[in-house]
């Protein structure tokens, strides 16, 4: 397995977590759920509750088929823990949750938590990440997983959508278009030229961006690859959703600098 990331090992422990770690990774996953994903501050509270409370831990760490494991990072004389990994143990190794510390990333936290999973078990493995943080899925790729399709999970009351990532081919791949894209697109009667060579990636198919004119320097829309709409909504916050198909591009909080 290849590092995307160089990494400093000399001051990283990874370790099975125990009872002592289980305040640690709630305050972890909340702090992750803040700080890169599409949530409301109810539907993280609700995961918390569900997945991350004193005792659904315990039970994960003291259930046989599942691996909880943590990344302990020395700093100075103090060391503490700034990632975990949780995974559900079967036929294959289902990743169920990944998070490091925001204020820790890009010290290979999450690679390291990886790299320890592919030598600890030849099982297959699989990945299950929030479509709130689909953008979180591209460095699993890193890792040899692939878009394999789309899930949901319930916590509490609530259906969350999920990006499933397995190991070899997947059954889909969002970065190809499902429709040709055309070198223009007729809006309200004009025709808007399309920038074919620009991609912007959505849940089920990438945007190519619209111009006003032929010498597209003046942004005018965005063409859905996934059904053929220009019926696409933008905001501030980058996120972009067909109101068509329903392709959901969110906004870019996930980048290099988890790993």
Same mark, same amino acid.
Request: aromatic share 8%; charged share 30%.
């Given at each position: 397995?290849?590092?995307?990331?160089?990494? =400093?090992?000399?001051?990283?422990?990874?370790?099975? *977590?125990?009872?002592?770690?289980?305040?640690?990774?709630?305050? !972890? *996953?909340?702090?992750?759920?803040?700080?890169?994903?599409?949530?409301?501050?109810?539907?993280?509270?609700?995961?918390?509750?569900?997945?991350?409370?004193?005792?659904? !831990? %315990?039970?994960? !760490?003291?259930?046989?088929?599942?691996?909880?494991?943590?990344?302990?990072? %020395?700093?100075?004389?103090?060391?503490?823990?700034? $990632?975990?990994?949780?995974? *559900?143990?079967?036929?294959e190794r289902t990743i169920r949750w990944l998070h490091v510390d925001p204020e820790?990333?890009?010290?290979?936290?999450? +690679?390291?938590?990886?790299?320890?999973?592919?030598?600890?078990?030849?099982?297959?493995?699989? *990945?299950?990440?929030?479509?709130?943080?689909?953008?979180? $899925?591209?460095?699993?790729? /890193?890792?040899?997983?692939?878009?394999?399709?789309?899930?949901?999970?319930?916590?509490?009351?609530?259906?969350? %959508?999920?990006?499933?990532?397995?190991?070899?081919? $997947?059954?889909?791949?969002? =970065?190809?278009?499902?429709?040709?894209?055309?070198?223009?697109? +007729?809006?309200?009667?004009?025709?808007?030229?399309?920038?074919q060579d620009e991609t912007i990636p959505g849940r089920d198919a990438p945007f190519?961006?619209?111009? %006003?004119?032929?010498?597209? +320097?003046?942004?005018?829309?965005?063409?859905?690859?996934?059904?053929?709409?220009? /019926?696409?909504?933008?905001?501030?916050? /980058?996120?972009?959703?067909?109101?068509?198909?329903?392709? !959901?591009?969110?906004?870019?909080?996930?980048?290099?600098?988890?790993?």
């Amino acid at each position: 397995m290849t590092y995307p990331l160089p990494l =400093n090992k000399s001051n990283m422990e990874i370790r099975p *977590a125990d009872s002592e770690d289980r305040q640690r990774v709630e305050t !972890l *996953a909340r702090d992750s759920f803040r700080t890169s994903y599409a949530l409301s501050p109810q539907q993280i509270d609700t995961i918390i509750e569900n997945e991350f409370d004193d005792e659904t !831990l %315990a039970d994960r !760490l003291e259930d046989p088929d599942a691996t909880v494991l943590v990344a302990e990072h %020395a700093a100075g004389d103090t060391e503490e823990v700034q $990632g975990f990994v949780d995974v *559900a143990i079967g036929t294959e190794r289902t990743i169920r949750w990944l998070h490091v510390d925001p204020e820790a990333r890009g010290e290979g936290i999450a +690679t390291a938590l990886l790299d320890r999973l592919g030598k600890d078990d030849e099982k297959p493995l699989v *990945a299950r990440v929030l479509e709130d943080a689909v953008e979180g $899925g591209e460095f699993l790729e /890193d890792f040899g997983l692939e878009s394999d399709g789309n899930d949901q999970m319930s916590f509490g009351n609530e259906e969350f %959508a999920v990006a499933v990532f397995t190991e070899g081919d $997947g059954t889909e791949d969002a =970065n190809e278009p499902s429709v040709p894209v055309p070198p223009s697109v +007729t809006v309200d009667g004009t025709d808007r030229p399309v920038e074919q060579d620009e991609t912007i990636p959505g849940r089920d198919a990438p945007f190519f961006p619209t111009y %006003a004119g032929e010498d597209h +320097t003046d942004p005018y829309g965005y063409f859905c690859s996934n059904c053929g709409s220009t /019926d696409v909504a933008a905001d501030g916050l /980058d996120r972009i959703e067909c109101g068509e198909c329903g392709n !959901l591009h969110r906004a870019d909080e996930w980048d290099d600098s988890y790993l």
